[in-house]
């Protein structure tokens, strides 16, 4: 009776698991840069309705001398799609040349159901914009209003 050696060819427990670590710990690594960037890449859409609604405004100051009041700036706008990031936009401050455009948005990754972000208008024309937002997902020139030291970011 003859018995072959025949070198088995494979992988031991021990190195399967030394990878599935080496892999889940590269995992917990990226899932937070993962979140804020996928955060990041929702707020375009608020971005977007901002200057959408900013175009708005710079046209109705141009036509009628004065920023718009909350119901003259519900005629300019359209409604929000149901899967809109935003839940709502409104004026607020309404003065000759100056006011306010807040977006409330919506809860979804890394947003909290009624922040905010907030399109400010000033006597130069020039648009300014503050949110509440973690700064780390804030958009471009955009200004943090948090006041807890303890934010994370």
Not at 81 to 109: E, H, Q, Y
Not at 117 to 134: A, F, G
Request: net charge neutral; proline share 5%.
């Amino acid at each position: 009776m003859a018995m072959s050696l025949t070198k088995q060819h494979g992988f031991t427990l021990l190195e399967l698991m030394v990878v599935i670590a080496i892999i889940s710990i590269l995992a917990a690594f990226s899932a937070p840069t993962f979140v804020r960037q996928i955060t990041k890449a929702k707020l375009v859409e608020a971005e977007n309705l901002a200057t959408q609604n900013q175009s708005l405004v710079e046209e109705y100051i141009l036509l009628n001398g004065k920023f718009p009041a909350e119901q003259a700036f519900k005629t300019l706008t359209q409604p929000l799609p149901d899967d809109s990031i935003a839940k709502s936009i409104r004026v607020t401050n309404p003065t000759k040349a100056t006011g306010n455009i807040v977006i409330t948005l919506n809860d979804d990754t890394g947003i909290d159901a009624g922040q905010t972000i907030t399109y400010t208008r000033d006597k130069n024309r020039q648009w300014h914009c503050e949110s509440d937002l973690k700064t780390s997902v804030l958009p471009p020139k955009c200004t943090s209003i948090k006041t807890s030291p303890l934010e994370g970011n």
